[in-house]
């Protein structure tokens, strides 16, 4: 079976390189069938979130695999509509509920939110004193959120989700993260499917004889990033996976570094105050 190396939190627990991404998954057997293949695979590492839906499809797999509970790394988030104090400590107990499990492997902040989100990562901290979240992080935050957060927090994140592709680097973001030990996880790495046809991506992937998903998902490793790949397709996930075999060269990298466009697929958080 595939081994995925992992990468240590400032929490002490560590997180796996690469996680199965669940976003748009349907809930069903579509998800708990992904997941399965995943794990089979090798993954040990699963992200939802409660705005997914498919948090019981994902904690129904992980406890049907067959693998113990502490060698499987959960991530799910806090959505926005559930921000403050009091709702993000309900919102965390509904969620456990749903995924079936007694504690969640990362707990993060989804988003920004403005007004709410100092008092979200309160609710974050003191699941992690009571052990009920083992790490806790945040996800689309940059610069200016993070500088926030860090001014006022008891705990500094252990993660921070955010857009990253070739693409999209977030060179300061990473940079803050790097200085403050906060590891960074790639979403939508694979840009959500919209530059697989990359003239440089195409060339870098056919100097390695790999596709350019892994490509695409390697330039994340090798930034020593967690990459969450999303796809439903057993072959497709198990390609994925399969990245730790080969290395981009140097000129390779610098192909890749060199195609920053600023190219956000989904919401860019770089609007929100
Ligand atoms: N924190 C956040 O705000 C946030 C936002 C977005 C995403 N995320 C997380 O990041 C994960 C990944 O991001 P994403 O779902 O936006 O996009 P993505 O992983 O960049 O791309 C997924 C798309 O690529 C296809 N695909 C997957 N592997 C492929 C392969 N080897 N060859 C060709 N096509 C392939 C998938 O189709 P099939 O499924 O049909 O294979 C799907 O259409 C999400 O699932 C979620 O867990 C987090």
């Not at 990468?7 to 627990?13: H, K, M, Q, R, T």
């Not at 790097?178 to 440089?200: T, W």
Request: net charge neutral; aromatic share 8%.
């Amino acid at each position: 079976m595939a081994s995925i190396p992992t990468i240590p939190l400032n929490s002490g627990a560590h997180i796996p390189q690469v996680g199965l991404g669940v976003w748009q998954a349907p809930s069903g057997a579509v998800t708990r069938n992904a997941v399965l293949a995943a794990l089979r695979w090798g993954y040990r590492h699963i992200d939802t979130a409660r705005i997914y839906g498919n948090e019981q499809d994902v904690g129904e797999a992980v406890r049907s695999s067959g693998i113990p509970r502490d060698e499987i790394f959960v991530t799910t988030k806090l959505w926005n509509e559930d921000q403050g104090y009091d709702s993000a400590l309900r919102a965390f107990d509904d969620s456990l509920e749903r995924l079936g499990l007694e504690y969640i492997d990362l707990y993060l902040l989804h988003w920004p939110v403005p007004g709410k989100r100092l008092d979200s990562w309160r609710a974050l901290e003191r699941l992690f004193d009571e052990k009920r979240a083992r790490s806790i992080g945040v996800s689309n935050f940059l610069v200016p959120h993070l500088t926030e957060l860090l001014g006022r927090a008891k705990h500094v994140p252990a993660a921070n989700q955010i857009e990253l592709t070739p693409f999209l680097q977030r060179r300061e973001t990473r940079a803050l993260c790097k200085q403050q030990g906060i590891v960074v996880e790639a979403y939508s790495p694979l840009v959500r499917g919209q530059r697989f046809s990359h003239p440089v991506v195409r060339e870098v992937a056919r100097g390695v004889g790999r596709s350019p998903a892994q490509v695409l998902l390697r330039w994340g490793i090798q930034h020593g990033v967690v990459v969450l790949p999303k796809s439903t397709h057993p072959e497709r996930i198990e390609e994925n996976g399969d990245l730790f075999d080969f290395a981009l060269d140097d000129a390779a990298m610098q192909k890749l570094d060199a195609l920053e466009e600023g190219l956000t697929t989904g919401w860019d958080p770089a609007r929100e105050r």
